[in-house]
């Protein structure tokens, strides 16, 4: 039964921003949902309901257009804008915004924050950022507005093939080179290319939790392999019929232990043996305080067993999200046939502008520079801790990279060594966090990343941290 026209209210603002036929229309649909206006109900008629709200015909005309485009109402022949006979109840007319409380909220760091992945912004070179960016700007206007080659920036490419080559040892031509976002998002997309050949992979007992987890989270069994002070632990690592191992040989994480090379020959070996994958990661590589820099794992491969990853967040700046993955020769295939519809993450101009960098020494001359002023934060913290701890303290992984772990001579466990430093104005991180398997009854490892600190606040952090532990 078709009901009668009915007489309605809206109260209109004239004043308001929002066009009269846009309030009316909000209006109108909102009366429908929730059922003030029922099904089959006729809508007044244009000129009466102009005339009953004192606006133009127009006004009216263009809500009552927008209803029936959207289907609220339909219009009957000679008749005139009936309500639709829809479920109305089943839309939902009062959304509630998620309300989520992030599971793991941090809390807020201390003056003196030995936080591991937070690097010095004082030394980041800004000027021929500026530079280059202007110059990709202006030079590549047109490849600008369009999508990239799904690897990434050619131009960059060709700079990081020759410069793993040169500081790396890494033999690779631009074509085994993939950008990625990130660290995770390298290993996410390889997780992608070793599937379904590959199930089971092994990792360093404790590693880097970023690497784990994205291979857990593509469905991968993941094997723990135990350290010991050369590395992963080869004999385990062929009993865990693991088919890819993800190691960090040139810095374990968070150990720090260097792979001597006979061990890195073993691990090749292994590879060999089982047709396996060494994934190498190669996060901090260039900081190397003591001795000369190894070469990396990539570079003793002559069968196409290992492939490369690297960042440029520790070097150059965390949130740019530049990181690359070299793929040795069989999995290239892969990329080609499963994974280059994927578009590039990385954008254009950032890849263009880090290329122009490296291209004209910027990028060479940057690191000079880090590595000298990170050389001297490490030693700064290295004699800090001597001075203030002496024999109460071990040191691990003290011979590169941006972080050392320490033990100390007490009983406090790992939340009580984290909250008494937090007493004392300073954050410390635990590590227990990193093991794949039962934490080991031992005394606990504290990471200790110095890359953002000055001098004196490293002094500074650690005096504060003997009071809080001795
Ligand atoms: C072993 C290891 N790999 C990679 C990364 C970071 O990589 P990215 O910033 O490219 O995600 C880290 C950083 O903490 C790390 O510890």
């Known amino acids: 039964?078709?009901?009668?026209?009915?007489?309605?209210?809206?109260?209109?603002?004239?004043?308001?921003?929002?066009?009269?036929?846009?309030?009316?229309?909000?209006?109108?649909?909102?009366?429908?949902?929730?059922?003030?206006?029922?099904?089959?109900?006729?809508?007044?008629?244009?000129?009466?309901?102009?005339?009953?709200?004192?606006?133009?015909?127009?006004?009216?005309?263009?809500?009552?257009?927008?209803?029936?485009?959207?289907?609220?109402?339909?219009?009957?022949?000679?008749?005139?804008?009936?309500?639709?006979?829809?479920?109305?109840?089943?839309?939902?007319?009062?959304?509630?915004?998620?309300?989520?409380?992030?599971?793991?909220?941090?809390?807020?760091?201390?003056?003196?924050?030995?936080?591991?992945?937070?690097?010095?912004?004082?030394?980041?070179?800004?000027?021929?950022?500026?530079?280059?960016?202007?110059?990709?700007?202006?030079?590549?206007?047109?490849?600008?507005?369009?999508?990239?080659?799904?690897?990434?920036?050619?131009?960059?490419?060709?700079?990081?093939?020759?410069?793993?080559?040169?500081?790396?040892?890494?033999?690779?031509?631009?074509?085994?080179?993939?950008?990625?976002?990130?660290?995770?998002?390298?290993?996410?997309?390889?997780?992608?290319?070793?599937?379904?050949?590959?199930?089971?992979?092994?990792?360093?007992?404790?590693?880097?939790?970023?690497?784990?987890?994205?291979?857990?989270?593509?469905?991968?069994?993941?094997?723990?392999?135990?350290?010991?002070?050369?590395?992963?632990?080869?004999?385990?690592?062929?009993?865990?019929?693991?088919?890819?191992?993800?190691?960090?040989?040139?810095h374990q994480f968070p150990y720090g232990m260097i792979m001597p090379v006979s061990k890195r020959i073993q691990l090749l070996e292994w590879a060999n043996d089982c047709s396996g994958f060494i994934i190498e990661d190669d996060y901090d590589g260039e900081f190397r305080y003591k001795g000369s820099p190894i070469p990396s794992l990539q570079s003793l491969d002559s069968k196409g067993r290992v492939i490369y990853t690297g960042t440029f967040s520790k070097s150059f700046m965390p949130s740019l999200r530049i990181s690359y993955l070299v793929l040795p020769e069989v999995l290239l295939k892969t990329y080609y046939e499963r994974f280059s519809l994927y578009e590039q993450t990385v954008p254009a101009l950032h890849q263009r502008t880090l290329g122009l960098m490296m291209k004209n020494g910027e990028w060479s001359k940057h690191l000079r520079r880090v590595r000298t002023a990170y050389q001297l934060k490490h030693s700064t913290l290295l004699a800090a801790l001597q001075k203030e701890f002496n024999k109460n303290v071990t040191l691990s992984g003290e011979s590169a990279g941006l972080h050392i772990l320490v033990r100390m001579n007490n009983d406090m466990n790992e939340q009580e060594l984290i909250n008494t430093a937090r007493k004392q104005d300073v954050s410390v991180y635990g590590t227990s966090r990193y093991w794949l398997t039962e934490l080991p009854q031992q005394k606990p490892y504290i990471l200790l990343g110095f890359g953002s600190l000055r001098g004196e606040e490293i002094e500074e952090g650690i005096k504060r941290l003997k009071k809080a532990w001795l």
């Open 1 to 250: 039964m078709e009901g009668a026209s009915m007489t309605f209210t809206p109260l209109l603002n004239r004043t308001d921003d929002t066009p009269l036929y846009h309030q009316l229309y909000e209006y109108i649909k909102k009366e429908i949902v929730s059922g003030n206006i029922k099904v089959n109900n006729k809508l007044p008629s244009i000129r009466s309901f102009a005339e009953y709200l004192n606006v133009s015909r127009n006004t009216v005309d263009t809500a009552y257009q927008q209803l029936l485009a959207e289907g609220y109402v339909e219009s009957r022949p000679k008749s005139g804008l009936y309500v639709t006979n829809t479920q109305f109840d089943l839309l939902q007319t009062y959304k509630k915004p998620a309300v989520f409380l992030h599971p793991q909220l941090e809390t807020k760091s201390c003056t003196y924050d030995f936080r591991y992945g937070k690097i010095d912004s004082r030394l980041f070179p800004l000027n021929e950022w500026k530079k280059r960016y202007n110059e990709s700007l202006q030079t590549y206007r047109e490849a600008l507005f369009t999508y990239q080659e799904s690897q990434g920036e050619e131009s960059l490419r060709e700079e990081i093939a020759m410069y793993l080559y040169q500081s790396r040892g890494v033999v690779c031509s631009k074509h085994q080179i993939i950008i990625g976002a990130g660290t995770q998002q390298s290993l996410s997309l390889l997780a992608q290319m070793l599937k379904p050949s590959i199930r089971d992979i092994a990792f360093e007992n404790p590693c880097y939790d970023g690497a784990s987890f994205v291979f857990k989270q593509h469905g991968f069994s993941l094997k723990p392999v135990s350290l010991n002070n050369t590395g992963i632990n080869i004999q385990e690592l062929y009993e865990s019929q693991a088919q890819a191992v993800y190691v960090t040989p040139s």
